[in-house]
């Protein structure tokens, strides 16, 4: 192939460099576009063909269903290492080795207290606001305690902001959903790991000892680790592009979790278990379902379904099913919401509306059953993808500042009015 693309406008031809990627996916540098051409642009709603920036950090294949952070495969990471070493290697490039990883918890760990005046603005939420709206806010707030922006070109200042986020999130995390509970705020332990902690945080009581369940510990480090990153989706778009003003590390996370929140993204895993719950109240009749979700007069869609990239399966999908029946099993767990789910699956694969739009389950089908059986409140769910997707938010603001990307400035076309005459408030 050519390393030109040649686009003709009128009678006017352009040529374009071609960019090709280290997996051969091919993008046309239209960076000269609208000089060259006397303002014209290109216009993509949603983003569908364009690529916002080069990145070196996860690579996603949604016809082969092919998903690798740093070049390791999801399947592997999910199998062999835990949610510390896939976030080491989304900021910092490469897994740990022993004292690298050793290093990075033990900074974390000094960096996870949070201002105890932070929980006098939890205070003053109401128990049944969103944990979600809570934990953005909490975030936000964070840069009020915390310097509000970094000097990327210091590696120091860079590296404390990363461990000072990655101390203080879960505690926020565990916080905002003990703030529904009307349990004290508490703190975890030093002795245990990232993943327990986040545990210990979240689930124990004031008055007995909490006991880890390691069924349930490894279920939750295999879910963090297939949400920690996917590239630039909306949430992560959201962050790169906060930050390309020279926002801090802190106020674009925050950003980055408002965008996560909605059900089409991240609160899809809430809406599922919403959705699943309601055709069990209306006796199972997931036919029901399927026909609301196809007819195009309904607002109804089956959540957990399709995917803007993956076309052929969601790799973390099959993960997360598996690892579904295994927890509702090691922890014996009967759960009807689990029968429902795959009923709809099997015929949402055999349905020719979904099979010819290329619909099969995503990450968010099944993950909210997984963390319904560990004993986590459904408005948490969309937290626990955020704290899952911490490492990918912070390393794709990392990259974009180091390969100093100018401000996220779209262009339009305008289409409102043309110059009008200004009438005067008693002749409108
Ligand atoms: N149920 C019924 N129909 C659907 C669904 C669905 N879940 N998803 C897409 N369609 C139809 C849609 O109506 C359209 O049909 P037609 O071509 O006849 O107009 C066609 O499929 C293409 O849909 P689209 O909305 O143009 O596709 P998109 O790439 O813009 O949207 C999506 C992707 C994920 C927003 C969408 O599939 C959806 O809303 N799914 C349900 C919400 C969900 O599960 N989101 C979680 C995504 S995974 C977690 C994450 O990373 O965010």
Redesign the pocket.
């Known amino acids: 192939m050519s390393d030109i693309a040649k686009l003709q406008i009128g009678d006017e031809s352009y040529e374009f460099p071609l960019i090709k990627g280290t997996e051969n996916e091919v993008a046309i540098n239209i960076k000269t576009l609208r000089g060259v051409s006397g303002g014209v642009i290109t216009i993509d709603p ?1 983003y ?1 063909n364009t690529g916002s920036c080069e990145s070196a950090i996860t690579f996603l294949d949604g016809e082969k269903g092919i998903l690798r952070y740093r070049g390791y495969s999801i399947e592997d990471l999910a199998e062999k290492a835990d949610f510390l070493e896939v976030a080491y290697a989304l900021i910092f490039g490469d897994l740990p080795n022993k004292e690298q990883l050793d290093k990075f918890h033990d900074d974390i760990k000094s960096n996870s207290i949070v201002d105890e005046d932070v929980k006098k603005i939890i205070d003053a939420f109401p128990k049944n606001a969103h944990p979600m709206g809570v934990l953005s806010s909490l975030t936000s707030a964070l840069v009020a305690f915390n310097p509000s922006s970094v000097n990327v070109d210091s590696e120091e200042e860079m590296y404390n902001s990363i461990v000072r986020i990655m101390g203080k999130f879960p505690v926020l995390v565990a916080w905002a959903m003990r703030k529904t509970q009307g349990l004290p705020l508490n703190y975890g332990s030093k002795s245990l790991g990232y993943v327990e902690n986040i545990m210990k945080m979240m689930f124990e009581k004031p008055n007995e000892e909490y006991e880890i369940n390691p069924i349930i510990k490894d279920a939750l480090d295999k879910l963090l680790i297939l949400h920690a990153d ?1 590239e630039q ?2 949430s992560t778009s959201t962050v790169r592009i906060v930050g390309s003003s020279h926002a801090g590390l802190f106020a674009s996370l925050s950003a980055g979790i408002s965008a996560l929140w909605g ?4 609160g ?1 895993n809430q ?2 278990l919403e959705m699943l719950e309601a055709i069990k109240e209306d006796g199972g009749d997931t036919k029901k379902y399927m026909a609301k ?2 007819d ?1 007069s309904d607002p109804f ?8 990239v993956y076309k052929n399966f ?1 790799p973390r999908a099959t993960i997360i099913k598996v690892a579904a029946n295994e927890v509702l099993n090691d922890l014996g767990i009967e759960d009807p919401i689990l029968d429902i789910a795959r009923g709809l699956e099997q015929e949402a694969l055999n349905d020719e ?2 099979v010819k ?1 290329k ?1 099969y389950p ?4 099944y993950s909210g059953i997984i963390y319904r059986a560990m004993g986590i409140p459904v408005e948490m769910f969309t937290v626990m993808f955020a704290l899952g997707r911490l490492p990918g938010w912070i390393a794709q603001w990392k990259e974009m500042r180091e390969n100093k990307e100018p401000i996220g400035r779209p262009r339009q076309v305008y289409t409102g009015e043309n110059l009008k005459e200004f009438k005067d408030i008693n002749k409108r």
């Open positions: 949603g569908k996917h989706n909306c059900p089409l993204h991240g899809a809406a599922v979700a196809k195009k869609r089956l959540m957990g379904f399709g995917h803007r969601d509306y979904f739009r619909l995503n990450v968010d089908f």
